[in-house]
């Protein structure tokens, strides 16, 4: 089950890629842009973490914060950053609760197979830790009358849109 909006952002508390711990509710008052991706260092994770590394400043000037969560270890959000000069907040969720919690887990299909694994999902969450708005299998890059619109670009322009309002 994902989250809806209006709900309350579940709190949680997970280790970045230097080992530090870090809670959604150090992030009170902003608003929060929470992407969870399957793997580091995928085709599709990657490019979806350089899209919103190359839209970080403008998340920031607009008063949010980005941040990325998987199931991969600190040690692999480490070399993945650096790998690909990341911008974004990466953290680790081993245990996959808060995955669970956000609704970012659960039986997927591929080629007819079913397993459990990571459903690429995006929050927008307000300063009050509400759910603004939610995406679930996210489409990293779409392409739309031959042109292709990327899905940082799309949450971008509903965090705007939500500003606008208030």
């Given at each position: ?122 929050f927008l969450i307000n300063p009050q830790r509400e759910i603004v ?34």
């Open positions: 089950m994902t989250l809806q909006k209006g709900e309350k952002a579940p709190d949680f508390t997970l280790k970045d890629a230097n080992g530090r711990d870090v809670s959604l509710s150090d992030f009170k008052g902003s608003w929060v842009v929470l992407y969870f991706y399957p793997k580091d260092n995928t085709s599709g994770c990657t490019k979806e973490a350089i899209d919103f590394s190359s839209l970080l400043s403008e998340f920031e000037g607009l008063g949010a914060k980005v941040i990325g969560i998987s199931p991969d270890s600190e040690k692999s959000h480490e070399k993945f950053i650096e790998k690909h000069d990341l911008k974004v907040l990466l953290l680790s969720d081993p245990s996959k609760e808060v995955l669970k919690a956000y609704g970012a887990w659960g039986k997927k299909k591929n080629y007819g197979r079913e397993y459990e694994g990571v459903i690429r999902s995006t708005k939610s995406w679930k299998n996210v489409r990293v890059r779409q392409k739309r009358k031959g042109k292709e619109i990327r899905h940082s670009d799309v949450v971008l322009d509903v965090l705007k849109s939500q500003l606008s309002k208030t």
